[in-house]
């Protein structure tokens, strides 16, 4: 036991340099851990406010329940979310439907608004797979909207400096003449 209080007196130094950088690194490591997890829960509920010409939108192939609405879910950046709608023509001619997103809007917790309205996003894109096919008058068509989310650096900056909590976009479904 002696010997090992003689090692230990000979080599202070050492063990007080170690004892610095093991606290630092534990220090620097809680610091950017908890600056981290500001980036790693993002996420927030978004809506889609569908508004048509020609054409009603509903949620079941029986055309039963029509929508003016998509409720896209909670987000996340770097996901996609889905939505299935059947798109029927109220059209008295042979058209080809047109989609659009418009007035992106993200807003904060306070409910006010951190970006937008603005003709599109640089964070989100909002496609479909409808294959250009004319459209005759009551035809209806199943459709697959597709809501992509950026995920970068820069969008979950924008998301934390600006407290975003919601966004909403309108999604403009009309039809032209073929």
Aim: aromatic share 10%; no cysteine.
């Amino acid at each position: 036991m002696k010997p090992l209080l003689e090692a230990l007196r000979a080599s202070r130094k050492t063990l007080l340099l170690i004892l610095v950088v093991a606290t630092t690194t534990i220090a620097l490591s809680t610091i950017a851990s908890m600056w981290l997890s500001k980036f790693s829960d993002l996420h927030f509920p978004s809506i889609g406010t569908i508004k048509t010409a020609g054409v009603k939108v509903y949620w079941d192939a029986n055309l039963e329940n029509e929508t003016k609405e998509v409720q896209w879910g909670t987000i996340y950046p770097g996901s996609s979310n889905n939505v299935t709608l059947f798109v029927r023509s109220v059209s008295n001619i042979d058209a080809v439907m047109e989609l659009k997103a418009a007035n992106w809007t993200f807003r904060n917790g306070n409910g006010t608004i951190a970006m937008g309205p603005s003709s599109s996003s640089s964070y989100m894109n909002l496609t479909w797979d409808y294959d250009n096919a004319t459209l005759g008058t009551g035809e209806t068509v199943t459709v697959t909207m597709t809501l992509s989310v950026e995920d970068s650096l820069s969008f979950r900056t924008f998301l934390v400096d600006n407290d975003v909590r919601e966004f909403s976009v309108d999604i403009i479904i009309w039809v032209v003449e073929k």
